[in-house]
Each structure stands twice: as structure tokens, then as C-alpha cells.
């Protein structure tokens, strides 16, 4: 064996949502002791892996496209006597792996979100195959272990801010949505290993840390004590890792907010004051016909209830114009919830139908123009958007603490979210870095400054639709940098 093992390109490109993040880093893992090393552009790649989302129609198409633009660097390689892998994973390759592999005979792999722990075997079966017509891998069964029982430990420092998958799958079944047939039905790890996780992210450098699932408040795990744990009480018992000062959980249903969920807003400090709650739309009539299974009255207390709890929660949500059906009355409804209940941002989509779901198959019922759906959605964006902009307003002149997570575009630009999500952009004049690091009224100067990981508290300067501009709180001697500086 040679020793010196020459690294491998891996080229991963993630879609969708958060927990395709989660599942592209853990691919990278898997792939690590293997030789591949992440790159970020695909040229030159021994392995490109696309991770693909299903939700919505455009979704997949982009899929083809990008599939399209790896063909000629495939060949290329190919030319030079080199591989290209090309993979797709994700949820259009669990709902789509045969139309993929018609479509593109070129990709090499094709393999679903439950089973990527199998990659070094796939991709010792594929490497020795080559994209032979009809010799791809094709990996799409739902396999009986959980996939988290084979994962290696991290292979990369996961930054201050990290994800841990703590529930997958949906056995919800909302009438438009794809996520039951891609993910699989609902499975919690157990506390045990979420808590060793976190412990290993915090002592890998996280300080804060988000629980992903599918429907992360439908977890209910097997507790260290042998019972079965909620969310609400793993929460707690997360925030009680020293080192660990945030948490967040994303993506929830209201039918799961417990009282136990609800009063750690109350009680867990770590736990930030920001909670995406799709609600899809305030018109019972549409809710009953998405098989949401609340009315939109049950969102109305659930937001109450919380709000009694965190009275500073920030919200956002989820919302769908032009589901079959949805008549101006219906979409009413929904503007009035969105005018009562007040969100510090949100998603909203036109209704896209499904090949499988139950609404793309729905007879009888009147399907919403698209001329209709256009301009629903831009009435609704514009009410959304005037609700951001007037949450982000009300932060001015607030000191917040922020965690910056990546730099901006200039030197001296910080990017990192407040509290409550909100994006927020600092800016330092090379004058009060300098400064700042000198001041020995400071003790320790470079802790007065920002920097990439770290938690600070700024002063909010300025509100944008969508984003804060901060500076650094002003102190006396920050003062006085300002106005004798250069
Ligand atoms: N598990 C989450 C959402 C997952 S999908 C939940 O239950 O809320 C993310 C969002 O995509 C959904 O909340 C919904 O607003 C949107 N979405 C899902 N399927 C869609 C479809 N067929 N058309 C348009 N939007 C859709
Ligand atoms: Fe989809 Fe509904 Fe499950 Fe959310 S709860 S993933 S919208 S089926
Ligand atoms: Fe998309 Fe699958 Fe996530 S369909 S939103 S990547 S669960």
C-alpha cells in the first residue's frame, strides 16, 4: 500500500433545506478516511456529488441543468485518463433515481438520504464499473439500520455555528408535500447520542448549535433513563453543556409545540428567542384540505402561548398561495393571520404540485391560475416584507449580541445573526481595529473586537429589509479613536 495516499477532489453542491446541509457535511465525513477532501469548485474533481431537494418543481430541473454543465468536465477528465464521479443524492434521487439515471446515463451514482453511510462501498462499486449504460448504482430502498448508528466522527471543525440532526422523516402527510416519500417515516436518535454530539461539536469549537429535523418537535427519543424524551426535554438537557450558549431548533409543526416545548422558551436561556413555525395558510377550509390538521385558531394560541412564555420571541413561518382550491376569501384569511400575528420574517411559495402527493391528484377541485398564484404571493411578500423591515427598524439603537460566522466582502467585514436570526453586518475601520488592540484601558484589546466565531455585542446602526448594519458599542475610548483617528 502506498502511504502517501494522494487526495481526492470531492465537489459536493447542496440544495434545499437545512438538513441537506447537515447531510452534505456528514457525506464529506463519511468520504474523508477515503481520501476525498472538499474543493470548491468541480473542476479537476475526482467526485462531484449533487444533493439534491425535491419541494418544488423548479427544484429538480435545476438538478438537470447543473447535471448538463458537469458532462463536458466529466469528459474532460475522462480525456486525460482521469474519473469523474458524479453522483446524485437527496430527495429528487430517492423520488426520481430511475428518471435521473434515463435522463443523464453519464452519472455514475444515484443514492437516497437514508443510505449515504453506504458511500465507500457504492463508490468502490461504481469506480469499477464506470458509467457503463445501465452499470450505475442505484441506492433508493429505505434501508432498515439508521444510517447515524454508521457515521464517522467529524472530520472537519464544524464552525461556531453548527447543525445536529436529531429527527428525520415526516409521517405528517400534508396533502402537496414530497418530504414523507423522500425522507421516510419519523425517527428520533436516541438523547444519548444527540448529547455526545454536541459535546464533541462544542469541544470541536461550536457555541451555538441547531437541532434539524424534518419535524425536529416531533422527536421523541429513548432518554439515558430509558423513557422516552421530548424535544422540550432534550433541550433542556443540552443547555446544560458548559460552552454551549445558543440553541435553536428548525423545522417545527404546530401540532407538536408541548407544553413542555413551549415553557423552555420560558425557562432555557440558551435557547435563542426566534422559532420558524409554518403555519401554510390562515384558512381553515385550505388547512383542512392540506391535511394540516389544526385550524388556523390552534396557530393563533399556540403563538399566544409562546409569546406568554418568551414575550420577545421573534417569528417566522411558512406559507403556500394557490393551493387547488384556495378561493380571494381563503387568502384573506391568511393576509389577516399574517396582519395578527406579526412575523420577523418568513417563506412564502406558490402552491407547485407533486407527481405522488395527494393535492397534484386532487379531481373536482379548481386549480389556481397562475396570473393568480403571481400576484397572491406578491401581495403577501409585500406584507411580509413590510413586517421584516418593521422588526428590523425596532432593533435600532439596540445593543445585541451577535455571533459572527463569516466574513463580508471588504476587509474588516463581519456577517453574523442576532438573537433573532436577523442578519446583521459589521463593519471595522482598520483605524479602531488598530486602536482597539492598543487601548490598555482594554484589558485584553483584542477581545473588544470582532472576529470570525465569536460572540460580541454590537450596537444595531441601522435596519435594512432584510438585514441590520451594526457598529461597535461606543465606548468612551472608541470615541476618541473616532475623532482623533486617521
Ligand atoms: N417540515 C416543514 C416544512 C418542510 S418543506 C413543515 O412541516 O412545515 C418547507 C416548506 O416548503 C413548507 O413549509 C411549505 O411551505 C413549502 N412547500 C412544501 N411543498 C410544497 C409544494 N408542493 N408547493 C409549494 N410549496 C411547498
Ligand atoms: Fe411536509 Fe407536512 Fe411533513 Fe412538513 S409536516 S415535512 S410540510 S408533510
Ligand atoms: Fe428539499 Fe428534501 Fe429538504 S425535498 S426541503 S431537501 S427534505
Redesign the pocket.
Same mark, same amino acid.
Given at each position: 500500500m502506498n502511504s502517501a495516499a494522494v487526495a481526492k477532489k470531492l465537489f459536493v453542491k447542496t440544495y434545499g433545506?437545512q438538513m441537506n446541509v447537515y447531510d452534505s457535511a456528514r457525506m464529506a465525513d463519511v468520504l474523508a478516511p477515503l481520501g476525498y477532501a472538499p474543493v470548491p469548485t468541480p473542476d479537476g474533481a475526482d467526485m462531484v456529488i449533487l444533493n439534491t431537494c425535491h419541494?418544488?418543481?423548479k427544484a429538480a430541473e435545476k438538478v438537470f441543468s447543473e447535471l448538463g454543465r458537469l458532462r463536458p468536465l466529466q469528459e474532460a477528465r475522462r480525456a486525460e485518463g482521469q474519473q469523474m464521479l458524479i453522483a446524485v443524492a437527496g430527495c429528487v434521487a430517492q423520488a426520481e433515481g430511475d428518471e435521473i439515471l434515463r435522463r443523464a446515463p453519464y452519472v455514475d451514482m444515484v443514492f437516497g438520504p437514508q443510505v449515504y453511510h453506504r458511500l465507500p462501498e457504492m463508490v468502490a462499486r461504481a469506480a469499477r464499473t464506470g458509467a457503463e449504460r445501465g452499470a450505475a448504482v442505484l441506492e433508493t430502498d429505505f434501508p432498515v439500520e439508521p444510517k447515524f448508528d454508521f457515521l464517522p466522527e467529524l472530520s472537519a471543525p464544524p464552525g461556531a455555528a453548527a447543525y445536529l440532526a436529531v429527527q428525520e422523516g415526516?409521517d405528517?402527510f400534508?396533502s402537496?408535500?414530497?418530504?414523507p416519500y423522500t425522507r421516510g417515516a419519523e425517527y428520533s436518535r436516541p438523547a444519548a447520542k444527540v448529547l455526545a454530539e454536541a459535546r464533541r461539536l462544542v469541544a470541536a469549537g461550536a457555541i451555538e448549535i441547531t437541532l434539524l429535523g424534518?419535524?425536529v418537535n416531533a422527536y421523541h427519543g429513548e432518554g439515558p433513563d430509558g423513557g422516552t424524551w421530548s424535544l422540550g426535554r432534550l433541550i433542556r438537557a443540552l443547555a446544560g453543556i458548559a460552552g454551549l450558549v445558543r440553541l435553536r431548533y428548525t %423545522?417545527?409543526?404546530p401540532l407538536e409545540m408541548d407544553e413542555e416545548l413551549i415553557s423552555a422558551h420560558r425557562d432555557v436561556p440558551a435557547l435563542m428567542p426566534f422559532l420558524h413555525?409554518?403555519v401554510?395558510s390562515g384558512s381553515d377550509r385550505v388547512l383542512e384540505a392540506m391535511n394540516r390538521r389544526h385550524r388556523a385558531d390552534d396557530y393563533r394560541r399556540i403563538v399566544a402561548r409562546l409569546r406568554a412564555a418568551r414575550p420577545d420571541l421573534a417569528l417566522s413561518?411558512?406559507?403556500?398561495v394557490g393551493?387547488p382550491g384556495e378561493s380571494e376569501a381563503d387568502f384573506a384569511a391568511t393576509l389577516d393571520l399574517v396582519r395578527e400575528t406579526g412575523f420577523a420574517q418568513a417563506?412564502?411559495?406558490?402552491?407547485?404540485?407533486?407527481p405522488g %402527493?395527494p393535492?397534484?391528484a386532487m379531481q373536482g377541485v379548481e386549480q389556481v391560475g397562475e396570473a393568480v398564484k403571481a400576484e397572491r404571493l406578491a401581495r403577501l411578500q409585500a406584507l411580509l416584507g413590510e413586517q421584516q423591515l418593521a422588526f428590523n427598524r425596532a432593533s435600532v439603537g439596540r445593543r445585541l449580541a451577535v455571533l459572527f460566522e463569516r466574513p463580508g466582502r471588504k476587509p474588516g467585514q463581519f456577517i453574523g445573526r442576532s438573537p433573532y436570526m436577523q442578519s446583521v453586518h459589521l463593519a471595522v475601520h482598520p483605524a479602531v481595529h488598530r486602536a482597539a488592540a492598543a487601548d490598555d484601558r482594554i484589558a485584553d484589546g483584542s477581545q473588544a473586537l470582532p472576529a470570525l466565531g465569536r460572540l460580541m455585542e454590537v450596537e444595531i446602526a441601522a435596519a435594512h429589509p432584510v438585514s441590520l448594519a451594526a457598529r461597535l458599542p461606543m465606548r468612551p475610548s472608541a470615541l476618541s479613536v473616532m475623532a482623533h483617528g486617521e
Open positions: 433545506c419541494i418544488r418543481e415526516c405528517k400534508c402537496f408535500c414530497v418530504v424534518q419535524n %423545522t417545527s409543526h413555525l409554518p401554510q413561518s411558512d406559507f403556500i393551493f417563506y412564502s411559495f406558490k402552491y407547485s404540485p407533486r %402527493t393535492a397534484a
